[in-house]
């Protein structure tokens, strides 16, 4: 069955941190036309800060996620700084102990992640926030495992979910955030949590996919 090893997985923080601050420019675009612009910058700010922190004590997948889960929430600004610091500290807890992931830990891990989120923002799917990306992908993830799909195939399910649930934000009003004060007007574009938790969720999939053993 695959798996992943934990403690050679810390690299994958690595792989966030690459990716956001590649689309740091995209990122803030989008938060520029419903939001102040700085969704981005202070994403790739944060990611950056913590990859640039991961050392010989951070090698480990737990390690890492807490790593940059106390950056974010101490370091940046924006409602993201705590969204994502508790998403990445509630998903190393469901990690500690084991020393492999398979995809019932890597279930656990996400649902975690999700609920830290969920709780603490108070935001429904349908709000457009990032949730419209996290929570499709977590289901489709269960589902495709529900269908006896492999740890890989449950991943590729997780990555294309998100982004149908990425593109949906387009078309919903905005009831949480910054946004929402601008009612209908925020139809129309995409949230910029949603796109930064999809490019998120993609670049996890892919870095846990090439670390399968
Ligand atoms: P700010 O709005 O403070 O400038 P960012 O620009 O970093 O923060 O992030 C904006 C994103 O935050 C939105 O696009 C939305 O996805 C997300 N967001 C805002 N409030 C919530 C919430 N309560 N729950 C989940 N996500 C939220
Ligand atoms: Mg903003």
Not at 16 to 36: F, N, P, T, V
Not at 119 to 140: F, H, I, R, S, Y
Request: proline share 2%; charged share 20%.
């Amino acid at each position: 069955m695959s798996a992943v090893v934990l403690a050679e997985a810390g690299g994958v923080v690595t792989e966030l941190a690459a990716a956001i601050s590649d689309k740091r420019a995209w990122l803030s675009e989008i938060d520029g036309a419903i939001g102040d612009g700085d969704h981005g910058i202070n994403m790739a700010k944060g990611f950056m800060q913590a990859s640039s922190a991961l050392g010989p004590a951070t090698e480990g997948l737990a390690a890492s996620f807490t790593l940059l889960g106390d950056t974010l929430l101490g370091g940046i600004g924006g409602s993201m700084g705590p969204l994502y610091g508790t998403f990445f500290l509630e998903m190393a807890n469901a990690l500690s102990g084991a020393a492999t992931l398979d995809v019932a830990g890597c279930g656990r891990m996400l649902h975690a992640g999700l609920a830290g989120v969920a709780e603490l923002g108070g935001a429904k799917p349908g709000d457009k926030t990032m949730l419209d990306a996290l929570v499709p992908a977590v289901a489709a993830f269960d589902a495709a495992r529900a269908a006896g799909a492999d740890f890989a195939a449950c991943l590729d399910a997780m990555a294309a979910a998100a982004e149908r649930g990425r593109d949906a934000t387009r078309e919903m009003v905005a009831k949480v955030g910054r946004a929402a004060r601008l009612g209908e007007r925020s139809r129309g574009v995409l949230d910029a949590g949603a796109a930064s938790c999809c490019l998120i969720l993609q670049t996890l999939a892919a870095a846990l996919k090439r670390r399968m053993t």
